[in-house]
């Protein structure tokens, strides 16, 4: 594994420069990056309305950046809501993406102009139809993806395809819009089959409501799930683009709905990096074939999704490329809980001459990483992220 496979060597020339002298521990973020990923999501899915999902990375310039380029918003809360109004982004833009909701965040935001809404459970359907009267409605429905998606996500969201199909039913007779179906197939989804697999169930519950309730529906949310670049190698945007619309082919036709996609860790998760520093080094016994190296960036701020190992971020050090000899490590954080480990089945190899002090570069962090990170746990303070386009600028 080289570093050039992940960040050519002028992009890390200019990152090296701009964070030399930042405090670390501290996530780096290139906006340039995030505007190469969205022209290219655009550009292979031309026909699909691109919603961005703010919670992975909600750092106001990244989200005014993705606005000037035309994105709408998937939101998750009130306060993703009330950041994207501030940076003047229209609420026909927005959705409100989470089926977990309370009444009185469903009324706020229909209250601020919101119009289009999940749900995936008869109680909070019954409180769209109270505070957000005639809006438009789009069902979650389960899809198993457990197998090959690096962080699944069928557990806690959706409902089985019957229980949508009464729900939607629900909605018209509620004098709502029954609208649409999502489906989330898993984040970091490698096996590009899934989408077929939650496709083909959309189209038959779609014909099913229309055939038997003269429910038309006209949109399929189809979530995220396109991977950025770990380890773990994944296909390309431009395969996944190929073979999800050869799916919609298939299955729709000439009659494709409208497609939303709902992109997070694929726009802005190759964008960062997660700058640390090594503040320990230790051996367990006299005889340990590993050291244990400690750094001052953990699971708790800001590598949440090491949590059993699920992603396996490209690490680097300061000493990469100076001929050293090479030891495996165990990667752990700098907090007193014992959870505070990143990698301990899986082994990075690390510079036998590493020493405290050095510097740790964690790429492909520019999603999930700051917006995971705990406020104060042990005292630490949050995560800070610095932006560099033509500047660098702490947020």
Same mark, same amino acid.
């Given at each position: 594994?080289?570093?050039? @496979?992940?960040? +050519?060597? !002028? *992009? /890390?020339?200019?990152?090296?420069? #701009? ?124 899809? @198993?993806?457990? +197998?090959? !998606? *690096? /962080?699944?996500?069928?557990?806690? #969201? ?129 005889? !340990? ?107």
């Amino acid at each position: 594994m080289e570093r050039n @496979e992940f960040i +050519s060597d !002028a *992009d /890390w020339k200019q990152f090296l420069e #701009f964070s030399e002298k930042l405090p670390t521990p501290c996530v780096v973020v290139n906006l340039d990056v995030i505007k190469k990923n969205y022209l290219k999501l655009k550009e292979n899915f031309p026909y699909a309305d691109i919603y961005y999902a703010i919670k992975a990375n909600p750092n106001d310039e990244v989200v005014a950046t993705l606005a000037e380029l035309g994105s709408s918003f998937d939101i998750a809360s009130r306060y993703e809501l009330d950041k994207v109004l501030n940076l003047n982004v229209e609420p026909e833009r927005l959705s409100y993406g989470n089926t977990i909701k309370k009444a009185k965040d469903i009324e706020y935001f229909y209250e601020k102009g919101v119009r289009l809404f999940a749900t995936d459970s008869k109680d909070d359907l019954k409180n769209i139809a109270k505070f957000a009267p005639g809006s438009k409605i789009y069902v979650r429905i389960l899809v @198993e993806n457990t +197998s090959s !998606a *690096d /962080w699944p996500l069928s557990r806690k #969201f959706g409902c089985h395809p019957d229980m949508a199909y009464d729900l939607l039913i629900q909605a018209r007779d509620s004098g709502l819009i029954p609208y649409g179906i999502s489906f989330h197939v898993g984040s970091q989804q490698r096996d590009i089959g899934q989408w077929n697999d939650a496709l083909v169930k959309t189209n038959y519950l779609m014909n099913s409501l229309e055939e038997e309730e003269d429910i038309k529906l006209q949109m399929i949310n189809m979530g995220g799930g396109f991977p950025a670049h770990y380890i773990t190698p994944s296909n390309e945007l431009e395969d996944y683009a190929s073979e999800v619309t050869r799916y919609l082919d298939d299955d729709f036709g000439d009659e494709r709905p409208r497609i939303i996609l709902e992109p997070g860790r694929s726009l802005v998760g190759d964008s960062g990096v997660l700058v640390s520093e090594v503040i320990m080094i230790s051996r367990k016994n006299n005889t !340990a074939l590993f050291r244990w190296v400690y750094l001052d960036a953990g699971v708790m701020n800001g590598l949440f999704e090491t949590l059993n190992e699920s992603i396996k971020y490209p690490i680097f050090t300061s000493k990469d490329g100076q001929g050293e000899k090479t030891g495996s490590v165990v990667l752990a954080g700098p907090t007193c809980d014992s959870m505070d480990i990143m990698y301990e089945d899986y082994k990075y190899k690390m510079p036998r001459s590493l020493k405290v002090g050095d510097r740790v570069f964690i790429l492909s962090t520019g999603a999930y990483t700051s917006s995971y990170a705990s406020v104060e746990f042990n005292g630490f303070p949050p995560l800070k992220t610095y932006i560099y386009d033509t500047g660098v600028k702490q947020k």
